[in-house]
């Protein structure tokens, strides 16, 4: 079975400043890693996505997360974050064969301070 | 329209109403996605179907009923629900057999159960 970990419920952030969220997973099969945004009152957009290959994957909206594979870690980070980026972020892990099922974590709500 | 859609948007209930939330996919995806969004919690997976087929049902409670009739419209029928029911519920589509395994998101139907 696959579980998605995000420790940190709530990050707040000075406007400039850098961020990273971080993601722990842990699985016994081969996995992707997504990271989804959700801003208010809307669903969820991805903003990337690690299938294979280099592990420094880069996303919309000036986002970027490395996969770690000896530390079964996925952060995401920016190096200057914006008020616009204020919203709740997902980490996702999905097998990558069967049914694709998803497993979410519990989100971090990201509040960017001016 | 493009991409998913949901209606309604907001949706307000007694425990002894009948009513139906709606999801539309405008993305010619093949598989479709019930989740439930609780403050505090992961996204639950609730239902998925597979070409207008249920290939998965979470152990969600009877007075949830979902239907397919086709690959780009999926419901989700709701009679007697209980007050711990009101959350955010989600709507997403993805290919059948993705290469990337990504899922498209509506925006939500906000349930509030009296």
């Known amino acids: 079975a696959q579980s998605v970990t995000q420790l940190d419920s709530q990050v707040p952030v000075f406007e400039e400043a850098p961020v990273e969220l971080r993601c722990n997973y842990s699985?016994?099969?081969?996995?992707?890693l997504f990271w989804y945004v959700q801003y208010p009152n809307q669903g969820l957009q991805l903003l990337l996505k690690?299938?294979?290959?280099?592990?420094l994957v880069k996303g919309i909206n000036g986002f970027e997360a490395e996969f770690n594979k000896s530390q079964t870690s996925f952060h995401l980070r920016k190096p200057s974050v914006h008020i616009s980026d204020t919203a709740e972020y997902f980490c996702?892990?999905?097998?990558?064969?069967?049914?694709?099922?998803?497993?979410f974590g519990t989100g971090t709500r990201l509040k960017v301070l001016a | 329209e493009t991409g998913v859609t949901q209606t309604p948007r907001h949706l307000v209930m007694g425990m002894t109403n009948k009513k139906s939330l709606k999801c539309e996919q405008h993305?010619?995806?093949?598989?479709m996605y019930w989740y439930k969004q609780s403050a505090k919690k992961p996204l639950e997976l609730m239902f998925v179907?597979?070409?207008?087929?249920?290939?998965e049902n979470n152990s969600v409670p009877s007075r949830f009923s979902p239907e397919c009739p086709n690959s780009s419209h999926l419901f989700l029928h709701l009679h007697t629900l209980q007050p711990e029911d009101s959350a955010l519920y989600l709507c997403?589509?993805?290919?059948?057999?993705?290469?990337?395994?990504?899922?498209?998101f509506g925006p939500g139907t906000r349930l509030t159960v009296l």
């Open positions: 997403a589509s993805s290919p059948r057999r993705p290469l990337n395994n990504e899922q498209f």
């Open positions: 699985s016994s099969v081969s996995v992707y």
């Open positions: 690690y299938l294979s290959g280099s592990t």
């Open positions: 996702a892990v999905s097998t990558t064969s069967g049914t694709y099922k998803y497993i």
């Open positions: 993305l010619g995806h093949n598989a």
């Open positions: 179907y597979n070409f207008k087929e249920q290939t």
